[in-house]
Nanobody, 126 residues
Framework: QVQLVESGGGTVQVGGSLRLSCAAS????????VAWFRQAPGKEREFVAA????????YYADSLKGRFTISRDNAKSTVYLQMDSLTPEDAAVYYC???????????????????WGQGTQVTVSS
């Protein structure tokens, strides 16, 4: 079992930055693949970024490459999402998700993840 708690959301002006954190509890954090998804009102949940277990390679939604950076600190059982140059289109509830047995082809699919956090709201004001 893995429990995830997100933090770091809030309101930021256009062009600003935020860093989200996802703290995990449970054994063997380094064996868990962790991803960030987001969901805006009236829209489907969409993949943002993921960092794979073990070797920690990062993957991003194509539209977000260069602005968002995912990283992990296995000693702290925490994954971070650094978000820069934010636009109103980035406003959403951001969710952390995790899975122990995820395969690469399922990385961007919400249904592939067994564990989810409660979400943290990101608002971008113009």
């Amino acid at each position: 079992q893995v429990q995830l708690v997100e933090s770091g959301g809030g309101t930021v002006q256009v062009g600003g930055s935020l860093r989200l954190s996802c703290a995990a509890s449970g054994p063997s954090f380094n064996t868990i693949t962790v991803a960030w998804f987001r969901q805006a009102p009236g829209k489907e949940r969409e993949f943002v970024a993921a960092i794979f277990r073990s070797y920690g390679r990062a993957y991003y939604a194509d539209s977000l490459k260069g602005r968002f950076t995912i990283s992990r600190d296995n000693a702290k059982s925490t994954v971070y999402l650094q978000m820069d140059s934010l636009t109103p289109e980035d406003a959403a509830v951001y969710y952390c998700a995790a899975d122990r047995s995820l395969i690469f082809s399922s990385l961007r699919l919400p249904n592939a993840y067994d564990f989810w956090g409660q979400g943290t709201q990101v608002t971008v004001s113009s």
